[in-house]
């Protein structure tokens, strides 16, 4: 084995601490505390530094075990997933972590080589229920259907708004006889402006790498992403999944500056064009975030129509794009939220805030007063 460059294992291992504290609050207490196990374990964190570039944190990992576990490889650690034993999970406790670093030593290499070639495309069908109410704006604004594209599209799951069912805030929207139903709690004073029915005439993918819903494998590694506790979420993928299914969407392979051009000029002229991105902007550089903004304005003026982009990203993640919107935290991303920029030929913009959410989209609560409240 080469020895370690120290620097990267410290940066990680100082990050996987962050991991530790945060993890919790976002859902998953286990993940958390094999975070915290990890940060104290240099040997076994360092294969998350043979990812790809922008997967290197802890989720890769975390995600390969969980797919050697839910495909079949047996090992004590499974009793504390809830994904894999139900109910019957353990709780965490002191075995936990000395559970997990057995198990990846014991298949280290078949570990290593999941890290390596994959890479943490969470489709999370539940956060489609946050982008709704600005879809709906959008649809209300320019009196048309919509065209989606959504780039980092992973299998395409956040292209199908208009096949789920939501429950947002006790109040019904979307396909009502859809297998898949959406429940979103809405905090705070203000309502989310609900749509009653979003109306798309087309829509597209875009992705380094497009995942294919009709693939076994790609399938299993979708179900490995998703957190132990989070038995909700498995059953949600498998009936999103299943509705891809039936009509699979179109993701095509490129890059979301470089390659949305084509994809701009594909769209259909009587629509109103959507771009979207959930939790893709946060695996960019802050660079190469402004140039995908850049890129949105550049296409608006060629083309001669409004482009408008619904992003559900970390707080931070908007701030750095310098829309003069969002704020930067002292760490982290800063909470999920809910953001809508309008890009005009003329070069005109307009960026709002309209809600911090839960990154799986557990909760929203509505900021902007400006649109809050009943059917959009």
Known sequence: MQPLDRDPVRALLANLRVWARDLPS?????????CDGLAADPDRASLILDARPGFRNPLILLAAVHHLLLTGTTHPVAAYYATLVGEAARPIDAGLYPAFADFVDEHRSRVADLVRSRSTQTNEARRTVVTLPALGLVQGEAGAALALIDVGASAGLTLLPDRYGYRLGGVDAGDRNSAVQIACEAEGELRPPIPGQLQVSWRRGLDLNPLDVRDAETRAWLRALVWPEHRDRLALLDA??????????????????????????????DAALVVTSTWTLAYLEPARRQGFIAALAVQAAVTGRTIWLVAGEGEAVVASMNLGIGRMPPDGFGPSTLSLHRFEPDGGRRHR??????????????LDAATAGGHA
Request: net charge negative; charged share 20%.
């Open 26 to 34: 976002q859902g998953s207490e286990r993940y958390g505390a094999l």
């Open 240 to 269: 999103a999944l299943q509705v891809a299914r039936e009509e699979p969407p179109t993701v095509v392979r490129g890059d979301l500056v470089e390659d949305l051009p084509s994809l701009v000029a594909a769209a259909p002229g």
């Open 353 to 366: 805030l309209l809600a911090t959410t839960h990154p799986h989209g557990r909760w929203i609560r509505w």
